[in-house]
């Protein structure tokens, strides 16, 4: 039996997600801008952004019981625009029923935030991200956190050397048999952090994105698949999601070939803003109630599917 199954059948408990929360301030174009021209976009708003607290907001809206463990600043009185966005997204996760008592506030310090532009003619969406001056997660954080009430952990991969130590200490803590067993899970997304791999040795679930499997030089998601088993231990799932190509999947030291599962597009995709993280809360949902892993690969495919047919997230409500 492995880690998912165990924990599966001993209780089907709260998720932890680890890692980024920020605004996202989206701007909806009719079409990619020229540089130095000067159009009007079709539409703007605001939404709560960051994978780890996007995957923790679908998570908690397909049912599951989920905290959030991040970063967040207490922006100083004379700091409006501070203000502003903290209250905005501690609103939004509140409305999304998503645990934030974790959370670790530090005085003084910038949210992150993103511009995204959204190209309306095929959803694509292109990301500047800001961040300066908030620290990150440290292990001393987390080692505040009671981690008995959680049977998964997931961890985007930022920050390596802390979220190894991080990762650690749940390995030990499994290693307990008077524990209950916490599934691990990974997430590899950006390309150029340095010593991401080593997050993968212990994973029961390794998830790597297109971006960072083609930076490191695979051309497909069934080769990325393929690579990334080397650094994961026996039994562990390995996923890669492909944009509109779809997902591959394969578990480690299983003799069933590497699968490719197809996306599921709706009639139109209008906002590709997040189909990643969506895709990563299908991924656990189903794992976590103990369906096979391409089963939840197609669950996770349909519900990104889904979610690239809408602006934001609300229609996965
Ligand atoms: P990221 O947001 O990390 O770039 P991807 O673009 O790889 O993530 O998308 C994750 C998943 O979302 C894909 O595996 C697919 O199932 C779904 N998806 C993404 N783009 C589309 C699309 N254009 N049509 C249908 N499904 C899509
Ligand atoms: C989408 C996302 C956005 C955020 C950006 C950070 O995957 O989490 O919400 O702005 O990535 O890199």
């Known amino acids: 039996m492995n880690n998912i199954e165990k924990s599966v059948k001993q209780h089907c408990g709260k998720i932890l997600s680890v890692g980024l929360i920020c605004v996202d301030v989206v701007s909806v174009a ?3 801008p020229k540089e130095g021209g000067d159009s009007r976009l079709l539409g703007t708003h605001w939404q709560k952004g960051g994978n780890a607290a996007n995957t923790s907001a679908v998570l908690s809206m397909l049912g599951n019981k989920v905290d959030f463990f991040g970063a967040i600043p207490i922006p100083k009185k004379s700091d409006f625009h501070g203000q502003i966005c903290v209250g905005f997204i501690k609103d939004k996760m509140e409305s999304y029923k998503v645990g934030m008592d974790n959370v670790v506030e530090r005085a003084g310090d910038a949210l992150p935030f993103s511009t995204v532009l959204n190209n309306s003619e095929n959803g694509s969406r292109t990301i500047l991200h800001y961040r300066k001056g908030l620290e990150e997660l440290k292990y001393d954080d987390f080692a ?4 008995s009430q959680y049977s998964w952990i997931h961890f985007e991969g930022r920050n390596i050397t802390e979220v190894l130590k991080m990762v650690e200490r749940v390995v030990l803590y499994n290693s307990d048999d008077r524990h209950e067993t916490i599934t691990i899970s990974v997430e590899l997304e950006k390309p150029r952090r340095a010593n991401s791999i080593e997050l993968l040795t212990h994973a029961d679930l390794a998830v790597v994105s297109q971006d960072f499997a083609e930076f490191n030089g695979m051309s497909s998601a069934v080769e990325a698949v393929q690579y990334y088993m080397g650094s994961c231990k026996t039994g562990a799932a390995v996923v890669c999601a492909w944009g509109a190509a779809g997902a591959a999947s394969g ?9 490719m599962t197809p996306a ?5 995709v209008v906002d590709t803003l997040g189909a990643g993280d969506t895709f990563l809360a299908g991924l656990v949902h189903s794992r976590s109630r103990g369906h096979h ?4 690969v197609e669950f996770a495919c349909r519900l990104a599917g889904c979610k690239v047919g809408f602006y934001g997230y609300e229609a996965l409500r």
Not at 144 to 147: E, F, G, L, Q
Not at 264 to 268: H, L, Y
Not at 293 to 296: E, G, P, Q
């Open 30 to 32: 009719k079409q990619y």
């Open 144 to 147: 505040k956190i009671d981690i």
């Open 251 to 259: 578990v480690v030291g299983s003799s069933k070939p590497i699968e």
């Open 264 to 268: 599921f597009p709706p009639k139109c």
């Open 293 to 296: 892993l391409s089963a939840a």
